[in-house]
């Protein structure tokens, strides 16, 4: 459409902002998520922990994360994003301030599980959000943008963190975490809410969101799904393949997160301040790869194929290319080892963000959506769970970390056997 002087109007992209909020909420959570890991050998230090034990601090966090997960998702889709949202980022920043204030290894274990239970929140409402706010052609680079932000998280935060404990402590870094997340929930009350409420949002931009969000089947953003549809979840091949892959690319995600920073010390001998810089190295040029990813696989997509599991090969690549970290154990060079897990880094990300929306893709009722991106997201973090604790072990009992990457690798394969063999039907198919 032209106007009456011939020129083409505007096109606006003020839907802009939902990425930028999503991915700052995402790089909030990561950066308080893997402070402990920068911090860890001074908090070794400070309370004489073993390896063993750390993985079981590292892992607690989880453990009152995935208790919360499938909650969330069932108020998902029953209240909003907003009010979600807000909740979880007041209780973990919170978290993050008491941390500073820990005495004793149970009472950092108390912090962490408080931590993981409002942490539960922020993932599943990003996948709900790109549902609601995005046209269905959109919700790869809308996932894998958001998604980055559990690099760019780790990435800035392993600098800020180690940092901050150089000059000040590891108590003061947490604090001031802890403030960053209370702006990001002062933002988000302030301007964000559905697309149909918000004032920012032109007209012609809202009816195109409105529009396109449902790839042509039934809109049915707004209505109250069934908690018991859970059960119908869990019949479907499909649904168990995407878990399967998710778990997959979390163990390894989660790995990385805690454990690379004690390998770099380990292994390289490095101080606080190069291990924050050299881990932030990888998390950094992940960031922007795994986005371009997910822009190809948005253009790759056929929109005759989109709501049939079209973005499945995609993703199988990219678990693929996240099992690099295998290599790892091959080389003693420092900038190939970098190299190796940056292109895994990559991989994951991309991987278990092209993953959310293939699961969005393949399940055609919007008001059961964010059941099904938290039974994603739960059997990522129960597999994933066990990445730390593992991790502990295998360091202790075999003084090496080769095992505990090999083991990431072979997970990642079989996450790539899961996609292919079992994601070849719909989901959910539409009430309509």
Same mark, same amino acid.
């Given at each position: 459409?032209?106007?009456?002087?011939?020129?083409?109007?505007?096109?606006?992209?003020?839907?802009?902002?939902?990425?930028?909020?999503?991915?700052?909420?995402?790089?909030?959570?990561?950066?308080?998520?893997?402070?402990?890991?920068?911090?860890?050998?001074?908090?070794?230090?400070?309370?004489?922990?073993?390896?063993?034990?750390?993985?079981?601090?590292? &892992?607690?966090?989880? !453990?009152?994360?995935?208790?919360?997960?499938?909650?969330?998702?069932?108020?998902?889709?029953?209240?909003?994003?907003?009010?979600?949202? &807000?909740?979880?980022?007041?209780?973990?920043?919170? #978290?993050? #301030?008491?941390?500073?204030?820990?005495?004793?290894?149970?009472?950092?274990?108390?912090?962490?599980? *408080? /931590?993981?239970?409002?942490?539960?929140? &922020? +993932?599943?409402?990003?996948?709900?959000?790109?549902?609601?706010?995005?046209?269905?052609?959109?919700?790869?680079?809308?996932?894998?943008?958001?998604?980055?932000?559990?690099? @760019?998280?780790? $990435?800035?935060?392993?600098?800020?963190?180690?940092?901050?404990?150089?000059?000040?402590? !590891?108590?003061?870094?947490?604090?001031?975490?802890?403030?960053?997340?209370?702006?990001?929930?002062?933002?988000?009350?302030?301007?964000?809410?559905?697309?149909?409420?918000?004032?920012?949002?032109?007209?012609?931009?809202?009816?195109?969101?409105?529009?396109?969000?449902?790839?042509?089947?039934?809109?049915?953003?707004?209505?109250?799904?069934?908690?018991?549809?859970?059960?119908?979840l869990l019949?479907?091949?499909?649904?168990?393949?995407? /878990?399967?892959?998710?778990?997959?690319?979390?163990? *390894?995600?989660?790995?990385?997160?805690?454990?690379?920073?004690?390998y770099l010390?380990?292994?390289?001998?490095?101080?606080?301040?190069?291990?924050?810089?050299?881990?932030?190295?990888?998390? *950094?040029?992940?960031?922007?790869?795994?986005?371009?990813?997910?822009?190809?696989?948005?253009?790759?997509?056929?929109?005759?194929?989109?709501?049939?599991?079209?973005?499945?090969?995609?993703?199988?690549?990219?678990?693929?290319?996240?099992?690099?970290?295998?290599?790892?154990?091959?080389?003693?060079?420092?900038?190939?080892?970098?190299?190796?897990?940056?292109?895994?880094?990559?991989?994951?990300?991309?991987?278990?963000?092209?993953? @959310?929306? @293939?699961?969005?893709?393949?399940?055609?009722?919007?008001?059961?959506?964010?059941?099904?991106?938290?039974?994603?997201?739960?059997?990522?973090?129960?597999?994933?769970?066990?990445?730390? +604790?593992?991790?502990?072990?295998?360091?202790?009992?075999?003084?090496?970390?080769?095992? $505990?990457?090999?083991?990431a690798g072979?997970?990642?394969?079989?996450?790539?056997?899961?996609?292919?063999?079992?994601?070849?039907?719909?989901?959910?198919?539409? #009430?309509?």
């Amino acid at each position: 459409m032209t106007t009456q002087t011939g020129v083409m109007p505007a096109t606006h992209f003020r839907r802009g902002w939902i990425y930028v909020l999503t991915l700052a909420l995402v790089t909030i959570n990561y950066m308080d998520r893997s402070a402990l890991g920068v911090v860890a050998q001074a908090i070794r230090a400070e309370f004489g922990l073993s390896p063993v034990q750390m993985g079981y601090l590292f &892992s607690s966090f989880f !453990w009152s994360y995935v208790i919360f997960l499938l909650p969330i998702g069932i108020m998902l889709d029953r209240f909003s994003t907003r009010t979600i949202n &807000s909740i979880g980022i007041a209780v973990w920043s919170l #978290a993050m #301030a008491a941390t500073a204030g820990v005495w004793s290894f149970a009472s950092l274990l108390g912090a962490r599980l *408080a /931590m993981g239970a409002g942490e539960a929140t &922020s +993932i599943p409402s990003c996948g709900r959000i790109v549902r609601e706010w995005m046209p269905a052609q959109e919700r790869g680079v809308a996932n894998a943008f958001w998604s980055a932000g559990s690099f @760019l998280g780790p $990435a800035i935060g392993a600098i800020v963190v180690a940092a901050l404990t150089s000059n000040w402590g !590891w108590r003061a870094a947490f604090i001031i975490l802890a403030v960053l997340g209370l702006v990001w929930l002062v933002c988000n009350l302030v301007w964000f809410d559905k697309p149909e409420k918000v004032r920012w949002l032109g007209d012609d931009e809202r009816r195109k969101i409105l529009n396109e969000r449902s790839a042509g089947s039934p809109d049915e953003i707004g209505l109250r799904g069934n908690p018991g549809v859970v059960l119908e979840l869990l019949q479907s091949p499909s649904m168990w393949g995407a /878990m399967i892959a998710q778990a997959a690319g979390i163990y *390894a995600l989660y790995l990385l997160l805690f454990w690379l920073p004690s390998y770099l010390q380990d292994t390289k001998h490095l101080t606080i301040m190069k291990t924050g810089i050299y881990t932030a190295i990888p998390w *950094a040029i992940a960031v922007p790869v795994s986005i371009l990813l997910g822009i190809v696989s948005d253009r790759l997509l056929k929109s005759n194929t989109l709501l049939a599991g079209g973005r499945r090969g995609m993703v199988m690549f990219c678990l693929l290319l996240a099992a690099a970290l295998a290599l790892v154990p091959f080389t003693n060079d420092t900038t190939a080892i970098l190299l190796l897990f940056a292109l895994s880094l990559s991989g994951i990300n991309a991987a278990i963000s092209l993953n @959310l929306s @293939l699961v969005t893709d393949l399940v055609h009722r919007a008001r059961d959506v964010g059941k099904a991106i938290s039974l994603t997201i739960l059997s990522g973090n129960l597999c994933g769970l066990l990445a730390p +604790i593992v991790t502990g072990y295998i360091i202790a009992g075999l003084g090496s970390y080769d095992w $505990a990457l090999w083991v990431a690798g072979i997970l990642l394969l079989v996450g790539v056997i899961a996609l292919g063999t079992m994601t070849r039907k719909v989901i959910l198919r539409s #009430a309509a």
